[in-house]
């Protein structure tokens, strides 16, 4: 029966040397050609050499290497458009971070190698109590021989791909490390966007507008979107906006109520499914606002319209608030297509408006509320990148 670490126990009893394992320079030689492929941003080569470390001299922080390694070769799958290369090296990069927390598992970085996993699509397990593995007579409890425990390869910080910041060897003395402390931290998978640029059409309902003599209860509308996404993971928009809006035409004789709009957008998506393609989106944005009403053709302009050579009957600007939620499917093999449908909620309020001198406002008297909630369902098309 095998204890290891080279120790057998025959069945007579008495120990017996059993044959030696790979010398631990051996070991350390794979190691460091992999730490040094690494650097270099070999990844595959950098792979092949932590595994054939680990099959020399296992080594949980090995585990960990190869999970980062993994990792690296998904984002370059991603980068030119592999799908199914991402996707084994996204499961092999969990199945090596399991490993790691499985084989250590009071590691001070469980938390965020554990977030690493969710991220790739992965469930972390349940963290159980570590059972002590059997270690050579003389070997100090709690470490390893400095020689046969290597540290771990500094994980890149979360830049975009494909040109990941060079990553240095292991610091002097690292490979002398006592085996519990913590490895780096799990590289980021960053998303390749930065930005989005997009339009979306929709329909925006006032239920307090209402009145026999005015077209814009329920207005369709057309916005326009740009703005940039933030944080390590690219899961935070700051952007603005810009909306038209307009009522239909029930009657030519009635007024149109129109607006013009200028948006403060901030979101955060979370994306679902293992393949992250969709988003749950929540957020909420200011709002600047102009409100007109212009007759049509055979309507009649009220008598104290604030312009009488145009259209425009009287204008008036305001200001508000709202919030939405919404739902995103990336396509494309870079998953830079947006289509999106959201629902939003907003309160605004207005000036009084523009009217003829010693004349109530044309607003007043339609009973057009300065203060009112507004109602927007829209659906579109937005560009990453």
């Known amino acids: 029966m095998s204890l290891g670490l ?96 499985r084989e250590l598992p009071e590691a001070e970085d469980r938390v965020e190698v554990e977030a690493t996993i969710r991220d ?15 270690r050579a007579e003389g070997t100090p409890v709690g470490r390893e021989d400095a020689a046969t425990s290597p540290a771990p390869v500094p994980a890149p910080p979360p830049v975009p791909v494909p ?49 026999a003599r005015l077209d814009g209860a329920v207005q369709g509308f057309a916005m326009g979107r740009l703005g940039g996404f933030v944080g390590a993971r690219r899961r935070v928009y700051i952007g603005g906006a810009g909306l038209l809006a307009g009522a239909g035409v029930t009657a030519n004789d009635k007024l149109a109520l129109q607006m013009q709009a200028v948006l403060l957008d901030l979101e955060y998506a979370h994306p679902v499914g293992r393949a992250r393609r969709v988003e749950i989106v929540g957020g909420g944005f200011l709002v600047g606002a102009r409100e007109t009403l212009r007759i049509r053709a055979e309507a009649q302009r009220p008598a104290c319209a604030a ?63 300065r203060a009112r909630w507004l109602v927007l369902v829209d659906s579109g098309y937005s560009f990453r990148f």
Request: aromatic content about 6%; overall charge positive; glycine content about 12%.
């Open 163 to 211: 040109d990941p910041a060079p990553v240095g060897p292991p610091a002097a003395g690292a490979a002398a490390r006592d085996s519990t402390s913590p490895p780096s931290r799990p590289a980021e998978v960053t998303p390749l966007f930065r930005g989005r640029v997009g339009v979306t059409f929709g329909l925006n309902g006032q239920p307090q507008v209402g009145t």
């Open 120 to 134: 790739l699509g992965g469930t972390p397990q349940f963290q159980l109590k570590a059972i002590p593995f059997p």
């Open 6 to 101: 080279g120790l057998t126990i025959c069945l007579s009893g008495q120990p017996a040397i059993a044959a030696p394992a790979a010398p631990p320079t051996e070991a350390r030689a794979a190691f460091e050609a992999g730490a040094k492929a690494y650097a270099a941003g070999d990844f595959d080569k950098a792979l092949a050499q932590f595994e054939r470390a680990m099959a020399l001299r296992p080594s949980p922080k090995i585990h960990y290497n190869i999970g980062v390694c993994r990792q690296q070769l998904m984002l370059a799958a991603r980068e030119r458009g592999d799908v199914a290369a991402e996707s084994l090296h996204a499961a092999a990069a969990v199945e090596a971070y399991k490993a790691y927390l």
């Open 307 to 369: 312009h009488s050579s145009s259209a425009l009957v009287s204008q008036r600007g305001g200001a508000g608030a709202g919030g939405r939620v919404g739902l995103h499917v990336l396509l494309g093999a870079r998953k830079n297509h947006e289509i999106g449908v959201r629902l939003s909620t907003a309160i605004l309020g207005f000036g009084q408006g523009t009217a003829a001198a010693g004349c109530e406002p044309p607003f007043s008297q339609l009973d057009v509320p």
